[in-house]
């Protein structure tokens, strides 16, 4: 223990080096630990900082001076000299202290404060502290705002506190109090971008009937974490699902909201029935417009959105795919190593670029998997997906099996500063028995026989209570087929667990739903199925349109 005449010449080098050492980190509890240990052995033989309840966690205290004695706090460090056991209050411990106390006075009046002649029998003195006969009790204000107290004792063989150590301990405490409150504001911004981003990527992806599919979400630390990863599994027409994984580069809040911009953009422009290319390029204008309009927020130059499509069609066993400067997908077989899809790879958004989609077919024992760069991202930065794809080739009985061994390959390998998403994706293919079409003849006798094959299906599939319903939206789509198309004209339905009903034919005129007068003769046929099915809509090809309705089957 050193002497006054020792501590005041070096005071202020006992200041430099606290402040030097006291908020190298935005975490709570550290800055609370470095705090303690700036003080011990140079102030105090032992020390001690107590919170406020709710401030490791980010909470706002209430502003002004508090209750000493009615307050809660929490033990969030100490530190022995001569590296003996802190003490007997562990970390997160509730803390109270007695009304009358040194320290509640020290709390309530928000000034420092001396005692001298404590005791091992002192009733208020908390049980670390003995033996002690010295303390020096301050209060951690930063900006108007009580955090809690920093205490410092000195044992028997230590002179007491004098004036100036007083002094020296209040600027310490001072700095301490700066730096635990910027922790604080840090620690409440991160579990606000932890909270956006459990709304972006919610807890359970929506089951779908056509692919199997489990997701590991990957997050940065806890403070420097970076990025807004997203995937998404979402339902397209005709049974089809779509697959996505996106990535918004950045910091913070901002990143994720980003993220949450673009994946409700994605959303929405999916029920437009767009392929993967065009759905990107309307994308990419809808970012350039966001960072047009946003300049002066500072999203400048190196502000970065990809987006990956994979859309499977789960009667063909084909898949559509386009990506917007996002890692390609790696397709897992169980006759060969893991490989990623050969694509081409379009520019991150906001960089004027074109897209492409290639197809490809998907073995129906096959996994597509999905990952962000925050799976895969090395040390240095790079992306380098070896060890994903190691992980992925080994034998697995599930997919919950095989993201595990993923999660674990790649955890040595990653930086931890950006968070990642990965998705696995197994597919289901529709049974042959549940898809069955017909050639329409363009004539308006087909429409009865449209009928009729329909229901004598639906009878073959038990579901003939949906035959009056079903049999209404043939009729009105083949027929507006007939009359508006171009042949040849298909008919064709899906059974899952909705039934789906497609008309297509070669022409790309594009319906619209009409409210038909009273004395008007026909235009009611789309408003029929409008009001008859679930949801419809039409989605274009290289060979023409099909207009598609979908319905829930009972049962």
């Not at 492409?356 to 997906?385: I, N």
Request: charged share 20%; glycine share 10%; proline share 9%.
């Amino acid at each position: 223990m050193a002497t006054p005449d020792e501590r005041h010449p070096a005071g202020s080098d006992l200041l430099r080096a606290a402040v030097a050492s006291v908020g190298t980190t935005a975490d709570v509890l550290r800055t609370a630990d470095e705090l303690a240990r700036a003080t011990v052995p140079g102030l105090a033989d032992f020390a001690a900082v107590d919170l406020l309840d709710g401030v490791v966690d980010g909470d706002v205290p209430p502003p002004g001076p508090v209750d000493g004695a009615a307050v809660r706090l929490r033990r969030a460090a100490s530190c022995r000299a001569g590296g003996g056991v802190p003490g007997e209050v562990p970390v997160g411990a509730d803390v109270a202290y007695a009304q009358g106390s040194p320290y509640a006075h020290s709390l309530t009046g928000g000034m420092p404060l001396l005692e001298s002649g404590a005791g091992s029998d002192t009733p208020w003195l908390v049980p670390d502290a003995r033996p002690a006969h010295a303390l020096a009790a301050l209060p951690l204000t930063a900006h108007g705002t009580v955090l809690g107290l920093l205490h410092l004792y000195r044992g028997p063989a230590a002179p007491p506190f004098a004036p100036g150590d007083l002094e020296l301990a209040a600027a310490v405490a001072a700095h301490g109090a700066v730096c635990l409150d910027n922790a604080r504001r840090e620690a409440r911004s991160a579990r606000s971008r932890q909270t956006l981003r459990h709304a972006l990527l919610r807890d359970v992806v929506p089951a779908h009937p056509t692919v199997e599919h489990t997701r590991r979400y990957l997050p940065g630390r806890r403070y420097k974490g970076k990025g807004g990863s997203w995937c998404d599994v979402i339902a397209l027409s005709s049974a089809r699902v779509a697959l996505v994984a996106g990535d918004a580069t950045g910091h913070g809040i901002q990143a994720v909201a980003r993220a949450g911009r673009a994946r409700t953009a994605v959303r929405a422009l999916l029920s437009m029935d767009l392929a993967p290319d065009e759905l990107l390029t309307h994308l990419e204008r809808l970012v350039r417009q966001i960072l047009a309009t946003n300049e002066a927020s500072g999203e400048g130059p190196g502000v970065t959105t990809t987006c990956l499509l994979v859309f499977y069609d789960p009667v063909t066993g084909r898949c559509q795919a386009a990506s917007a400067g996002h890692p390609p997908p790696l397709v897992v077989r169980p006759d060969r190593p893991p490989e990623p899809v050969d694509m081409p790879v379009g520019p991150p958004f906001g960089e004027h670029g074109t897209f492409e989609s290639v197809g490809l077919d998907l073995p129906e024992d096959g996994v597509l998997a999905l990952y962000t760069r925050g799976v895969v991202g090395g040390l240095d930065g790079a992306t380098t997906p070896d060890a994903l794809v190691r992980a992925l080739g080994r034998p697995a009985d599930d997919l919950d099996t095989m993201a595990a061994h993923a999660v674990e390959a790649v955890r040595p390998v990653r930086s931890g500063e950006e968070d990642g998403v990965l998705l696995l994706a197994r597919p289901r293919p529709v049974s042959g028995r549940d898809v069955v079409s017909w050639e329409v003849p363009p004539e308006p006798a087909s429409v009865s026989r449209a009928r009729d094959l329909t229901a004598e299906q639906l009878t073959l599939w038990n579901a003939a209570g949906e035959a009056p319903t079903t049999q209404l939206i043939v009729s009105e789509l083949v027929t507006n087929a007939i009359r508006y198309g171009r042949p040849p004209l298909t008919l064709r339905l899906i059974r899952t667990d909705r039934l789906v009903c497609e008309v297509t034919d070669t022409s790309s005129t594009s319906p619209h739903l009409r409210h038909a007068g009273g004395m008007d003769e026909g235009g009611r046929g789309l408003f029929l199925v409008a009001q008859l099915a679930d949801t419809w809509g039409t989605r274009y090809t290289t060979h023409g349109k099909t207009i598609w309705a979908e319905q829930p089957l009972s049962g």
